[in-house]
């Protein structure tokens, strides 16, 4: 199968091996690249916070890229979401790392019962944990509204920032010449950048047989109406689940 990739180039070529490996034609379209934010990384780090929270893989390049010492930082505890950001954050050099399965809501769940976990506020004995968020933007949002009514405290520093990749129409037409039979989507706005790219340049027609491979039901609704009754959803928002949907679908 025909598989357009479309995380950002460096992730995108991990994406394009294991694809390779199961016998499918990966086709790399990042749609997103990183722009890291050294200073606002070191500044967050000054804050002495119990624990860091990482939602994504590229807050740690971020912290990686930085040239930050970080040898005073790697006792903290991490909680990270997923094992490929968890494993970022063991690159990185920390000792404790605590994984959390789902998207950052089902994060912050784990963070109030790991530093909570009788679920009592603070007091002078206990002083509420401080957790320092290592974000990026855009994101969803989902960990902090879910931590937002804890008694933990939570410090949220933006570290690195997505922006989109410029496709002009020639290049994009190159991509989508041969119509690909999947279009794995990784979060709302890659999903939202290619169907508003598709539809600038009238490349609709290409995709008539396409399937989308979507990381959680909530990407569903980002996709065109015309498209959406080949749009599904991974039972868990991960890479593995996105590959196991596609492969069911080529019949392996």
Not at 46 to 62: D, I
Not at 66 to 71: E, F, H, R, T, Y
Not at 200 to 208: I, K, T
Request: net charge neutral; hydrophobic share 40%.
């Amino acid at each position: 199968m025909r598989v357009v990739v479309t995380r950002p180039m460096r992730s995108g070529q991990k994406t394009a091996t294991l694809l390779r490996e199961r016998g499918h034609e990966p086709i790399l379209m990042p749609l997103t690249e990183a722009v890291h934010k050294t200073q606002a990384a070191r500044e967050a780090l000054t804050r002495q916070p119990n624990a860091l929270a990482v939602t994504s893989a590229e807050a740690l390049r971020a912290l990686d890229t930085s040239g930050i010492d970080l040898s005073g930082h790697l006792d903290r505890p991490v909680f990270a979401v997923g094992a490929a950001t968890a494993q970022a954050a063991r690159e990185c050099g920390f000792k404790t790392v605590i994984t959390g399965e789902g998207d950052g809501a089902a994060l912050a769940h784990l963070v109030k019962t790991t530093l909570t976990p009788d679920g009592q506020v603070s007091s002078a004995k206990r002083p509420a944990a401080h957790v320092l968020y290592l974000a990026g933007r855009p994101r969803e949002g989902g960990f902090e509204n879910t931590l937002a009514a804890s008694v933990i405290t939570l410090d949220i520093a933006e570290i690195y920032e997505m922006q989109p990749v410029s496709w002009e129409g020639p290049a994009l037409q190159a991509v989508l010449d041969i119509p690909p039979d999947a279009v794995l989507l990784y979060s709302r706005e890659t999903a939202r950048i290619f169907f508003d790219l598709v539809q600038a340049h009238d490349l609709a027609p290409l995709l008539h047989t396409s399937r989308f491979i979507c990381i959680s039901e909530k990407l569903l609704d980002v996709v065109p109406t015309p498209h959406r009754s080949r749009a599904c959803a991974s039972a868990t928002p991960s890479e593995h689940a996105m590959l196991q949907l596609l492969d069911r679908g080529a019949g392996t």
